[in-house]
T-cell receptor, first 116, second 112 residues
Framework: KAGVTQTPRYLIKTRGQQVTLSCSPISGHRSVSWYQQTPGQGLQFLFEYFSETQRNKGNFPGRFSGRQFSNSRSEMNVSTLELGDSALYLC???????????????FGPGTRLTVL | AQSVTQLGSHVSVSEGALVLLRCNYSSSVPPYLFWYVQYPNQGLQLLLKYTSAATLVKGINGFEAEFKKSETSFHLTKPSAHMSDAAEYFCAVENNTDKLIFGTGTRLQVFP
């Protein structure tokens, strides 16, 4: 079974631009979560989607948005990029968004975004 | 609110030595706790998880962790370090809205 895939793996943008990152979950997984990883702030939760609905949201500005399609694939978008948005963006999928033992999240390799 | 604290951002051990990575949690309810490992340029891989079934949890690659409620700890150990264990390790707790809250990570170096 294929793992979580993220495209592109690397991206370079300039300030003010917008960017869209894509995540394909493991087949059969319906929950997709996004995280931002930076050296200064560590791993921070962005949002989670389940059945095309945003189920949870972290403390990020409205420039960060996402969506999920009927096939569970998810995209996140960052508008008006800032230098501080440079980070590794990780996507994780799970079978069931409920907590505990069922919430094992499988992570993709990430998209490394550099904002110049 | 749930949180985790990882003591020591860097840990260095010799090959064959004991690995001990520390994690303390804060939770108002019985927590679900996780350890993940991240190798360079890769995503996170689940090492093990505590879901209240047993206090000593065995994971992959010879790692294990013990849940100690009295100490609010969930330290990760491995009896004998291998060069391939060099990576960054993250402790995480699941909060009451089913989100994973990660610690700041501990980078493990293994010297020959």
């Amino acid at each position: 079974k294929a793992g979580v895939t993220q495209t592109p793996r690397y991206l370079i943008k300039t300030r003010g631009q917008q960017v869209t990152l894509s995540c394909s979950p493991i087949s059969g997984h319906r929950s997709v979560s996004w995280y931002q990883q930076t050296p200064g702030q560590g791993l921070q939760f962005l949002f989670e989607y389940f059945s095309e609905t945003q189920r949870n949201k972290g403390n990020f500005p409205g420039r960060f948005s996402g969506r999920q399609f009927s096939n569970s694939r998810s995209e996140m978008n960052v508008s008006t990029l800032e230098l501080g948005d440079s980070a590794l963006y990780l996507c994780a999928s799970s079978l069931d968004p409920s907590g505990g033992a069922r919430n094992e999240q499988f992570f993709g390799p990430g998209t490394r975004l550099t904002v110049l | 609110a749930q949180s985790v604290t990882q003591l020591g951002s860097h840990v260095s051990v010799s090959e064959g030595a004991l690995v001990l990575l520390r994690c303390n949690y804060s939770s108002s309810v019985p927590p679900y706790l996780f350890w993940y490992v991240q190798y360079p340029n890769q995503g996170l891989q689940l090492l093990l998880k505590y879901t209240s079934a047993a206090t000593l949890v065995k994971g992959i690659n010879g790692f294990e962790a013990e849940f100690k409620k009295s100490e609010t700890s969930f330290h990760l150990t491995k009896p004998s370090a291998h060069m391939s264990d060099a990576a960054e390790y993250f402790c995480a707790v699941e909060n009451n809205t089913d989100k994973l809250i990660f610690g700041t990570g501990t980078r493990l170096q293994v010297f020959p």
